[in-house]
């Protein structure tokens, strides 16, 4: 199973995973190959969050010839799956051809850049949140591509478990992630899952990834 154990988090090693990523941090490529290689990245990790964390079940299979015993992954349908806008919307697209039945949900959140760090956190603004009901028997998964500072991760993660129960399991999962984050989100909420592509070096005095991917919202949108 391509996951393995870090101290702060679980590292998909898949090797299309890795090579999807490489892809993806290089200056070289443009917005349409970048858009793409993040739905690519979305695919390959709801694959693996299923190969690694979901039981499946014998079933009874008639096939044309005879009776057999086939299997299938349970849970399926209990599947959550928020999207912190706007950079995990093609990381969630991926996402969702994994899991084609998960329910849905969306967090508009955004760090106020000019306020700058304080104990190496940033001022959060959430300006949209749409979420669907959360139940025990639930798999929710929410993927923002950057892992930074954890500032954006923790304040999503406050509004999405504020008035559900505790989900069944709780995925935080991203492309890119700094260790500060993955700390800060750990302790914060043990009882989360920590996924990611990629534990990067640092963080640089501005709170963003190095190396990185630059802004992922910026380089698949073309805003800038």
Same mark, same amino acid.
Do not use: W
């Given at each position: 199973?391509?996951?393995?154990?870090?101290?702060?988090?679980?590292?998909?090693?898949?090797?299309?995973?890795?090579?999807?990523?490489?892809?993806?941090?290089?200056?070289?490529?443009?917005?349409?190959?970048?858009?793409?290689?993040?739905?690519?990245? *979305?695919?390959?990790?709801?694959?693996?969050?299923?190969?690694?964390?979901?039981?499946?079940?014998?079933?009874?299979?008639?096939?044309?010839?005879?009776?057999?015993? *086939?299997?299938?992954?349970?849970?399926?349908?209990?599947?959550?799956?928020?999207?912190?806008?706007?950079?995990?919307?093609?990381?969630?697209?991926?996402?969702?051809?994994?899991?084609?039945?998960?329910?849905?949900?969306?967090?508009?959140? *955004?760090?106020?850049?000019?306020?700058?760090?304080?104990?190496?956190?940033?001022?959060?603004?959430?300006?949209?949140?749409?979420?669907?009901?959360?139940?025990?028997?639930?798999?929710?998964?929410?993927?923002?591509?950057?892992?930074?500072?954890?500032?954006?991760?923790?304040?999503?993660?406050?509004?999405?478990?504020?008035?559900?129960?505790?989900?069944?399991?709780?995925?935080?999962?991203?492309?890119?992630?700094?260790?500060?984050?993955?700390?800060?989100? *750990?302790?914060?909420?043990?009882?989360?899952?920590?996924?990611?592509?990629?534990?990067?070096?640092?963080?640089?005095?501005?709170?963003?990834?190095?190396?990185?991917?630059?802004?992922?919202?910026?380089?698949?949108?073309?805003?800038?």
């Amino acid at each position: 199973m391509p996951i393995s154990e870090r101290d702060s988090a679980s590292l998909i090693t898949h090797a299309l995973a890795r090579d999807t990523l490489s892809r993806l941090r290089s200056t070289e490529t443009e917005q349409v190959a970048f858009r793409k290689g993040l739905v690519k990245l *979305g695919r390959i990790c709801g694959y693996e969050i299923i190969d690694g964390a979901m039981e499946t079940e014998y079933v009874s299979i008639q096939t044309p010839l005879a009776e057999t015993t *086939g299997e299938r992954v349970k849970g399926l349908d209990d599947v959550v799956i928020v999207n912190v806008l706007r950079a995990a919307t093609p990381f969630v697209e991926g996402l969702l051809k994994a899991f084609p039945r998960a329910k849905q949900g969306v967090i508009s959140a *955004g760090r106020d850049e000019e306020a700058g760090m304080t104990d190496g956190e940033f001022p959060i603004s959430i300006d949209y949140t749409k979420l669907p009901e959360i139940t025990e028997n639930d798999t929710v998964i929410v993927a923002d591509p950057m892992l930074a500072t954890g500032s954006t991760m923790c304040t999503v993660l406050e509004h999405v478990l504020a008035d559900a129960p505790e989900p069944e399991d709780l995925f935080v999962l991203s492309a890119v992630s700094a260790p500060d984050g993955l700390l800060r989100v *750990g302790e914060r909420f043990p009882e989360a899952d920590l996924l990611t592509v990629s534990i990067d070096d640092r963080l640089d005095e501005n709170g963003f990834i190095v190396p990185g991917l630059g802004d992922a919202g910026d380089r698949a949108f073309r805003t800038q």
